[in-house]
């Protein structure tokens, strides 16, 4: 049995894949809750919508900082920079920032508009 060696750009990869999924996720449940007027998991998706706001933004603001040249690049580096990345975001996730409150509030309107033009139009 051969085991061939990781390369970062596999990570990389799988990375993206996961994002692109949880994004893809993310999208039908937020479709889910609106077109169903859950008002509930529309909060929850807002939530989430704002974790995934930082951590594009935290990611992007990164990319800015000059990398050291104290420790080398590795691979396990990498991964150990990837998690603990997603452990920062979660906690400010969790504090929150205020934008998931108002996309909460301005999507919760269009609903509400949404279902009361439907329910006159049913009658």
Do not use: H, W
């Amino acid at each position: 049995m051969k085991i061939d060696r990781i390369y970062s750009s596999d990570i990389s990869n799988s990375i993206s894949k996961k994002q692109i999924n949880e994004e893809k996720a993310f999208e039908d449940i937020l479709r889910k809750a609106y077109s169903s007027g859950d008002k509930e998991k529309l909060k929850e998706v807002c939530n989430e919508f704002e974790g995934i706001f930082l951590q594009m933004m935290y990611k992007q603001m990164k990319r800015t900082v000059p990398e050291s040249e104290l420790l080398p690049d590795s691979t396990g580096r990498e991964i150990f920079q990837d998690m603990l990345d997603d452990e920062l975001i979660k906690n400010a996730a969790k504090r929150g920032t205020g934008l998931s409150e108002v996309l909460y509030r301005q999507l919760s309107m269009n609903m509400d508009k949404t279902f009361l033009v439907n329910d006159e139009k049913a009658k």
